[in-house]
């Protein structure tokens, strides 16, 4: 059914990840954990992947001696993101 | 509406494409939605301006002085300005690309001021200055002969006009970018401010000011810190 779909973007918390990144320039883990719901762990988790897959770009700073974890969107990542929408539309389209 | 928590609860089912677009469309809106200023710096630019205006008003209406130059306070106005951006610079969560643009519109329509003022202090005596080395000076002539010409100092006429123009050109930049509609309601006062004062002695042109400072930053700026307020309350 979804075999097009790319795996790594097919799933909630990643692609909820990733529509969020999508629009900003880049987020702080806290403002993608607010916004997204999901616990710290889990978050982490699916933020790794992203970035293993080359979509996201992950840098860790310390801002006031607490670390702060930030998010950016790769070139890659908005490929891929791009790709998924287009095949999504593709499949809606042929079920219309 | 799209329940993302109750998605993510059941995330072993797998979506399906409507989830998918439902959910890609609620993060973005969610993101765009994320964005509240404080109205801190906006309330304190129109605040500093409209007092200036108003007293150079004033004392031109009335013949008195403050004893200072009252645009000074806007000089002075850098510094907690400076003060509010590293601030908010540092609580920022979300960094958006649009943000960056409309910084650099402020930081330039900053120069640019600043060239403005350099350029009504510098002028009259510069032209004074190369009117001299050709053997010129400009002088007022009497129409009906009742007074001798007098030499005058080089002006520039209705020089705050070009003040107003500045003032509306990052406001209206940041109402549309930012889709706020007082604030392009603001800049359109603003340029008919700047059509009146072409017309007016240049005192009014101060009122003028005041009302533009007022329509561009003052009510946009308590408009914005009630907003952000609220949304600060919503989110405790």
């Given at each position: 059914?979804?075999?097009?779909?790319?795996?790594?973007?097919?799933?909630?918390?990643?692609?909820?990840?990733?529509?969020?990144?999508?629009?900003?320039?880049e987020a702080d883990f806290t403002f993608i954990k607010e916004k997204t719901n999901a616990t710290a762990g889990n978050l982490s988790v699916q933020v790794n992947k992203l970035k293993d897959a080359g979509y996201i770009d992950v840098q860790k700073k310390f801002k006031d001696n607490y670390p702060?974890?930030?998010?950016?969107?790769?070139?890659?990542?908005?490929d891929?993101?791009?790709?998924?929408?287009?095949?999504?539309q593709v499949y809606l389209q042929a079920k219309q | 509406?799209?329940?993302?928590?109750?998605?993510?609860?059941?995330?072993?089912?797998?979506?399906?494409?409507?989830?998918?677009?439902?959910l890609i469309s609620s993060m973005i809106q969610k993101a765009k939605a994320s964005y509240h200023d404080k109205?801190?710096?906006?309330?304190?630019?129109g605040t500093v301006v409209t007092i200036a205006s108003v007293t150079s008003f004033l004392e031109r209406q009335y013949n008195f002085d403050i004893g200072f130059d009252i645009w000074l306070l806007v000089l002075f106005a850098?510094?907690?300005?400076?003060?509010?951006?590293?601030?908010?610079?540092?609580?920022?969560?979300?960094?958006k690309f649009e943000d960056e643009v409309i910084d650099i519109v402020w930081m330039v329509y900053g120069i640019s001021i600043f060239c403005l003022v350099f350029y009504q202090n510098v002028i009259p005596q510069a032209t004074q200055n190369l009117l001299k080395q050709d053997g010129w000076e400009l002088s007022k002539h009497f129409i009906n002969n009742t007074q001798p010409n007098q030499v005058i100092k080089p002006f520039i006429p209705s020089v705050?006009?070009?003040?107003?123009?500045?003032?509306?050109?990052p406001t209206l930049v940041t109402?549309?970018?930012k889709k706020f509609k007082p604030m392009i309601i603001g800049a359109i006062i603003c340029y008919l401010a700047f059509i009146v004062s072409c017309f007016t002695a240049s005192k009014y042109d101060m009122i003028c000011g005041a009302i533009a400072a007022i329509s561009c930053w003052l009510i946009p700026g308590i408009i914005l810190r009630k907003r952000y307020l609220k949304s600060k309350l919503l989110n405790v």
């Open positions: 059914m979804f075999n097009d779909l790319d795996p790594i973007l097919h799933s909630q918390l990643r692609l909820a990840i990733m529509s969020l990144l999508i629009g900003v320039k702060l974890t930030t998010c950016k969107i790769t070139k890659q990542g908005i891929a993101f791009e790709l998924y929408v287009k095949n999504l | 509406m799209f329940n993302f928590t109750q998605i993510i609860m059941e995330k072993l089912k797998p979506m399906t494409e409507q989830e998918s677009l439902q109205g801190i710096s906006t309330l304190l630019w850098i510094v907690p300005q400076i003060i509010i951006s590293i601030k908010e610079k540092k609580s920022t969560k979300v960094k705050f006009s070009l003040f107003l123009v500045l003032y509306a050109l109402g549309i970018v």
